[in-house]
């Protein structure tokens, strides 16, 4: 998987589990900078992409498929995630990391 096929949802949902185990002085930067990351791989996403994983019985999985309307709903959702990230650690409330990231995702 390179990054040219890197799903910007998997960023997303592994940057909101993996502030639930970092101290709170490293999980506000961690929401700052994953949905950057996230939206850099975005950003290298061209319109007309399929991704596809073999799975189970001879079915194939088609986790990316980009489009224009697709493409341009990534780049708000990383934007979404990134204004939302740091903001969300001042409740301080350690799940609000996991709930934020797939809930930006999947809105």
Not at 58 to 82: E, N, Q, R
């Amino acid at each position: 998987m390179t990054m040219s096929n890197l799903h910007p949802g998997f960023i997303l949902i592994a940057v909101g589990l993996l502030a639930l185990l970092v101290p709170k002085n490293l999980r506000r930067l961690l929401l700052a900078v994953g949905p950057l990351v996230s939206l850099g791989a975005a950003l290298t996403l061209e319109p007309g992409l399929n991704a596809t994983q073999p799975f189970i019985n001879g079915i194939t999985l088609h986790y990316l498929h980009v489009d224009k309307l697709s493409w341009v709903f990534a780049l708000i959702f990383c934007m979404m995630a990134a204004i939302g990230g740091p903001a969300i650690t001042a409740t301080g409330w350690k799940l609000s990391a996991l709930w934020l990231m797939p809930a930006v995702r999947w809105a």
